[in-house]
């Protein structure tokens, strides 16, 4: 019997904020690569996370939330998205099933940008109805998915949850099969492409998410200024910048008496000494950076620029 042909490929995840593209990624992957908070536009640069399997290499690409706004930061987002999109062997959209479910008028709307060049893909794409575990009936399901096959009536579909892997073993096995022959493009012990010093920052900025919520200002972002290992024990100390626009947003990262920083500074340092295996020392200190919001170099300094610029 013939060994099926070894598989390698380019998935882009991309779709309407807040759709958990970071959280399937992370699930695929069985650890956390993209950061993840309840609020959108979460991720801002593409992340690259690799799968090896036995029969396929699927490198997956998340990218910033796809949706109808303007500006330069927006611009620059959308721009790291598409630029995913045109890169893929297989364009994957990811929605949020659950919210559709409920206001399905939204739909049409936030899939705008999306519906034409979607429609048009000659390449193999997959539209991705995520948070099926959210509903309680599944009837209320097939509606939108009756809407998602309207819209790209060639695409495969798939409900699935990436909070808690339903469906998604069909899914990967469909993307794999979509996946052009060839060996694989990565040794199968490496999980991305990102530095490991752009995780660190990523886990601390996502920890000022959770810890801020509503109320962490939109231009923040987090530098590595240094980074110290000691040989003899083994231990690494980890020196990391908070940037934001305004001093008044400096206030709100500190909190009264430093207590949101340290909060957040403390759950960073948990999951950096989980990631480096060894004992980690964190000191973050909080910069603001003026700019005005449409200027490139301003907005390179706070993340929001396509990965290939970086």
């Not at 004992?279 to 973050?284: A, N, Q, W």
């Amino acid at each position: 019997m013939n060994k099926p042909p070894f598989r390698c490929g380019r998935v882009a995840l991309i779709g309407p904020p807040n759709a958990g593209k970071s959280t399937l990624l992370n699930t695929f992957l069985g650890r956390k690569l993209s950061i993840v908070s309840p609020l959108p536009q979460t991720t801002r640069n593409r992340i690259t996370g690799i799968l090896s399997d036995r029969d396929a290499q699927v490198i997956f690409i998340d990218t910033p939330g796809i949706y109808q706004q303007r500006g330069g930061t927006h611009r620059l987002m959308l721009r790291a998205a598409w630029d995913a999109l045109d890169g893929a062997d297989v364009p994957a959209v990811i929605v949020d099933a659950d919210l559709y479910a409920r206001k399905a008028e939204f739909l049409v709307n936030d899939l705008a940008p999306l519906r034409a060049p979607v429609a048009a893909e000659k390449r193999p794409v997959f539209v991705i109805a995520n948070k099926v575990d959210l509903l309680g009936d599944k009837s209320r399901l097939l509606p939108l998915l009756a809407s998602l096959h309207e819209l790209w009536p060639a695409a495969g579909l798939f409900p699935v949850s990436a909070a808690d892997g339903e469906g998604l073993p069909e899914l990967l096995a469909a993307v794999k099969l979509a996946l052009p022959e060839g060996p694989p493009c990565f040794p199968e012990d490496l999980f991305s492409t990102a530095p490991l010093r752009f995780m660190v920052a990523e886990i601390v900025r996502e920890k000022l998410f959770l810890t801020l919520r509503q109320e962490l200002p939109y231009f923040t972002s987090v530098d590595i200024e240094a980074w110290e290992e000691d040989d003899e024990s083994g231990a690494v100390e980890i020196h990391a910048v908070i940037n934001v626009a305004k001093s008044t947003h400096k206030a709100m990262v500190i909190g009264r008496a430093g207590r949101n920083i340290k909060q957040a500074g403390q759950a960073a340092r948990l999951e950096i000494a989980r990631l480096l295996g060894r004992k980690t020392h964190l000191r973050l200190w909080v910069k603001v950076r003026t700019g005005r919001a449409d200027e490139a170099e301003f907005l390179r300094s706070f993340g929001l620029v396509p990965e290939a610029e970086l």
